[in-house]
């Protein structure tokens, strides 16, 4: 394997490779803001797709659940191959940034087409039409989000200055989220109901167009990388990848995080609704408290990972998160106050977790490439992608299949129903208890993960 001027330096000085390698304020930038895009557009179906589709769709929860969930299966095969084909990728436009462009055009279009849908009079029907649809638009979404990931481990070796990069990534991340959660008060100023969403919609396309091809216009790219006829073996590199048995692991945690996440994204708006007793504008406002220590606690992690391991940083992340999750059954109804505090707390630690979870794995993405004839990072980061948002969505069934289990009975147009004392506390099990169950045990497998070469 040829080995670069700097990755030479690095192996005699890694100090030289540190700040040969420093991420500046325009690269940092330039890749972050992509992430403004990609988390709106995971982030706001996340958050109102449940609730659209039960309280304006008039569907059952537990149908609604198993639509959201069901076609995000296919998600296991078309991350890893879109990955793949990044890396093989030989277009002289760079083998990133032609699916990042690609991606853009058509995720903005699909989110546009979640909140637009036409009337259909049989439920089945509408149901199906919805999952044709979800299905559609995460496998279009799949295209910019597998090579938007794996561009971290092309634009810098050092596992510090990379931890830096992916904190720019957070920071813009918690812009997109917070965009996310403002639609609830964007869809009542819009006019509520089925045409707000609708006008929502466009406004959150555009956003998701212009925020994610930025990387494009603004980063170079990699020149495709010379490949033997063996490389190409699509399923080869699939097995070998699979081998390594601590990208296994890790695989293993971000799956079960990402079904706690998933559960909490789907059963927040519930829980804000009928537990808290509070209008959707609440929401928003919990989540600017949240982003906005995101965004803050950014530098105090990126310090924490140089001093301490990633799974050390992990632990503390989740044992303050955990805290935090049971603070929101202390909050009475309706009061306002204690919502942007619990949701500040919750920031600081959940914005750990996700950095540290995201750097492993492209410390695993880089390592491979330095020690190995493999440079799959798409592979890699499509596999990772794939676990997650199946995870992801596997919360969000979860929440679905708990809501139905309890009673909870879908409305039409947003006609709200009338809910029963039990379904008000299986929306509180949903969103606090299934939130701490599934975090426990990804708490439980960071601490088995004995093996720690993540210290820089």
Same mark, same amino acid.
């Given at each position: 394997?040829? %080995?670069?001027?700097?990755?030479?330096?690095?192996q005699?000085d890694?100090?030289?490779?540190?700040?040969?390698e420093?991420v500046?304020? +325009?690269?940092?930038?330039?890749?972050?803001?992509?992430?403004?895009g990609?988390? #709106?557009?995971?982030?706001?179906? =996340?958050?109102?797709?449940?609730?659209f589709?039960? &309280?304006?769709?008039?569907?059952?929860?537990a149908w609604?659940?198993?639509?959201?969930?069901?076609?995000?299966?296919?998600?296991?095969?078309v991350?890893?191959?879109?990955?793949?084909?990044?890396?093989t990728?030989?277009?002289?436009?760079?083998?990133r940034?032609? /699916?990042? =462009?690609?991606?853009?055009?058509?995720?903005?279009?699909?989110?546009?087409?979640?909140?637009?849908?036409p009337?259909?009079?049989?439920?089945?029907?509408?149901?199906?039409?919805?999952s044709?649809?979800?299905?559609?638009?995460? =496998?279009?979404?799949?295209?910019?989000?597998?090579?938007?990931?794996?561009?971290?481990a092309?634009? @810098?070796?050092?596992?510090? !200055?990379?931890?830096?990069?992916?904190?720019?990534?957070? *920071?813009?991340?918690? %812009?997109?989220? &917070?965009?996310?959660?403002?639609?609830?008060?964007?869809?009542?100023?819009?006019?509520?109901?089925?045409?707000?969403?609708?006008?929502?919609?466009?406004?959150?396309?555009?956003?998701?167009?212009?925020?994610?091809?930025?990387?494009?216009?603004?980063?170079?790219?990699?020149?495709?990388?010379?490949?033997?006829?063996?490389?190409?073996?699509?399923?080869?590199?699939?097995?070998?990848?699979?081998?390594?048995?601590?990208?296994?692991?890790?695989?293993?945690? &971000?799956?079960?995080?990402?079904?706690?996440?998933?559960?909490?994204?789907?059963?927040?708006?519930?829980?804000?609704?009928y537990?808290?007793d509070?209008?959707?504008?609440a929401?928003g406002?919990?989540?600017?408290?949240?982003?906005?220590? !995101?965004i803050?606690? !950014?530098?105090?992690?990126?310090?924490?990972?140089?001093?301490?391991?990633?799974?050390?940083c @992990?632990?503390?992340? #989740?044992?303050?998160?955990?805290?935090? &999750?049971?603070?929101?059954?202390?909050?009475?109804?309706?009061?306002?106050?204690?919502?942007?505090?619990?949701?500040?707390?919750?920031g600081?630690?959940?914005?750990?977790?996700?950095?540290?979870?995201?750097?492993?794995?492209?410390?695993?993405?880089?390592?491979?490439?330095?020690?190995?004839?493999?440079?799959?990072?798409?592979?890699?980061?499509?596999?990772?992608? =794939?676990t997650?948002?199946?995870? /992801?969505?596997? +919360?969000?069934?979860?929440?679905g299949?708990?809501?139905?289990? /309890?009673?909870?009975?879908?409305?039409?147009?947003?006609?709200? *129903?009338?809910?029963?004392h039990?379904?008000?506390?299986?929306?509180?099990?949903?969103?606090?208890?299934?939130?701490?169950?599934?975090?426990?045990?990804?708490? +439980?497998?960071? %601490?088995?993960?004995?093996?720690s070469?993540?210290?820089?």
């Amino acid at each position: 394997m040829s %080995v670069t001027g700097v990755e030479a330096a690095a192996q005699i000085d890694p100090q030289s490779r540190r700040r040969t390698e420093r991420v500046d304020l +325009g690269t940092g930038l330039g890749y972050g803001v992509g992430m403004v895009g990609e988390r #709106l557009f995971r982030d706001a179906p =996340a958050l109102l797709l449940l609730v659209f589709m039960t &309280n304006y769709l008039g569907i059952p929860p537990a149908w609604a659940g198993v639509a959201i969930f069901v076609p995000k299966l296919m998600l296991i095969f078309v991350d890893p191959f879109v990955g793949f084909r990044s890396d093989t990728c030989t277009s002289r436009f760079g083998r990133r940034r032609t /699916f990042l =462009a690609l991606g853009a055009l058509l995720s903005a279009a699909a989110f546009v087409l979640m909140f637009n849908v036409p009337v259909i009079a049989a439920t089945p029907l509408r149901t199906l039409y919805m999952s044709v649809l979800i299905g559609a638009a995460f =496998a279009v979404y799949s295209i910019y989000s597998v090579p938007y990931l794996s561009f971290a481990a092309d634009l @810098c070796s050092d596992a510090y !200055q990379r931890t830096r990069l992916l904190a720019y990534r957070m *920071a813009f991340l918690a %812009v997109g989220l &917070n965009l996310s959660a403002s639609a609830g008060v964007l869809i009542e100023r819009f006019g509520g109901g089925v045409a707000g969403y609708g006008r929502m919609s466009y406004l959150y396309g555009f956003i998701c167009l212009v925020t994610m091809l930025l990387p494009v216009l603004l980063l170079g790219d990699r020149p495709a990388v010379v490949r033997e006829r063996r490389e190409f073996e699509y399923f080869s590199a699939l097995r070998d990848l699979l081998a390594d048995r601590l990208y296994r692991r890790l695989l293993l945690v &971000n799956f079960v995080q990402k079904i706690s996440e998933g559960v909490g994204y789907g059963s927040f708006a519930y829980f804000f609704l009928y537990w808290l007793d509070q209008p959707m504008s609440a929401i928003g406002a919990c989540v600017l408290a949240s982003t906005a220590a !995101q965004i803050l606690s !950014q530098p105090v992690w990126v310090a924490a990972s140089r001093r301490f391991s990633r799974g050390a940083c @992990c632990m503390v992340s #989740l044992g303050g998160y955990l805290v935090s &999750n049971a603070l929101w059954l202390t909050v009475p109804p309706k009061l306002f106050w204690p919502v942007p505090v619990v949701g500040f707390f919750a920031g600081c630690f959940a914005s750990g977790l996700m950095l540290m979870l995201v750097a492993m794995m492209s410390d695993i993405a880089v390592d491979k490439r330095v020690t190995s004839d493999d440079r799959f990072e798409g592979l890699i980061s499509g596999i990772w992608l =794939a676990t997650e948002k199946i995870g /992801f969505a596997a +919360g969000g069934l979860l929440v679905g299949l708990t809501l139905g289990a /309890f009673g909870f009975t879908e409305s039409v147009r947003g006609l709200a *129903a009338q809910q029963s004392h039990l379904v008000r506390i299986g929306i509180a099990f949903s969103y606090v208890g299934l939130g701490t169950i599934f975090y426990l045990l990804t708490l +439980g497998l960071i %601490v088995r993960m004995r093996r720690s070469p993540w210290r820089t």
